[in-house]
Nanobody
């Protein structure tokens, strides 16, 4: 099962974007889901994760207070609302399924699909 991220684009610093993540069927609603990002020349890093029902979330310190993760299981869709964007947020953003231990470890996630590019200009 691969998930598909969308909604990226080019935005000025201070602007906002909302990313979406969808997948086939209702596989995603049975697991916590998360967002990661990868900038050129850097390792993939954790951004946020949300529990199956959406009642629990966890954020990387670098995005806390600016990004909001949410999900709509009826639509089989997860979102990442990104506000107050900074140039250092520029990266390819990926969504994934948290099949393993709850948290931010990249090895506890699978179903990586093609990401969506987010570029923040200064």
């Amino acid at each position: 099962v691969q998930l598909q991220a969308s909604g990226g684009g080019l935005v000025q610093a201070g602007g906002s974007l909302r990313l979406s993540c969808t997948g086939p069927g209702r596989t995603g609603s049975s697991y916590p889901m998360g967002w990661f990002r990868q900038a050129p020349g850097k390792e993939r890093e954790f951004v946020a994760v949300i529990s199956r029902a959406g009642g629990a979330t966890l954020y990387a310190d670098s995005v806390k207070g600016r990004f909001t993760i949410s999900r709509d299981n009826a639509k089989n869709t997860m979102y990442l609302q990104m506000n107050s964007l900074k140039p250092e947020d520029t990266a390819v953003y990926y969504c994934a399924r948290n099949f393993g231990r709850w948290g931010q470890g990249v090895t506890d996630f699978d179903s990586w699909g093609q990401g969506t590019q987010v570029t923040v200009s200064s």
